[in-house]
């Protein structure tokens, strides 16, 4: 069982959104270029974040994306969900079909393990992930929307 790309953009992506949150609408291209992630993909994966309500969007000039609720009440399992990352370590999709349509001999454990992978992702909110980084030396990219001519310049959380 692993967690794909999608998962763990989506989350990173929520993360440096939450990081924001209280400095107005970020745009996913600030996003995509703090975190290296295509843009493209970025707007697929926001549109089903969107539609789950997890994000709200502002159209027009200053536009972007903010949290539709606090970040304290947004789960990474939410997240991931949100996105159509399938949580499941069984072999048949939780169908009990894994060996020759019939339910194998360690079914229950990954179905175990499914239910204590979303236990934990439900119990980590996007609020306990940023103060998670408050004081770590993360280098991002400042947002310089109010000076649409400067450069960007490197700057180190605190």
């Not at 996003?31 to 502002?58: A, C, D, M, P, T």
Request: positive net charge.
């Amino acid at each position: 069982m692993r967690l794909t790309t999608k998962g763990r953009f989506a989350v990173t992506a929520m993360v440096d959104l939450a990081m924001r949150h209280t400095g107005g609408p970020v745009t996913l291209a600030a996003i995509s270029k703090r975190q290296h992630i295509s843009l493209s993909y970025l707007e697929q994966l926001f549109g089903r974040l969107r539609r789950r309500n997890l994000v709200s969007s502002v159209r027009g000039p200053g536009g972007g994306y903010m949290l539709a609720l606090p970040p304290e009440r947004i789960s990474v399992a939410d997240i991931i969900v949100a996105v159509d990352e399938p949580l499941d370590a069984t072999q048949c999709g939780g169908k009990e079909n894994c060996l020759d349509d019939k339910r194998c001999m360690t079914h229950d454990l990954w179905a175990t393990l499914n239910t204590k992978m979303y236990e934990y992702l439900a119990s980590v909110s996007l609020g306990n992930l940023v103060e998670q980084q408050h004081g770590k030396p993360v280098n991002v990219l400042q947002d310089c929307r109010s000076d649409a001519g400067a450069k960007p310049q490197v700057a180190a959380l605190a």
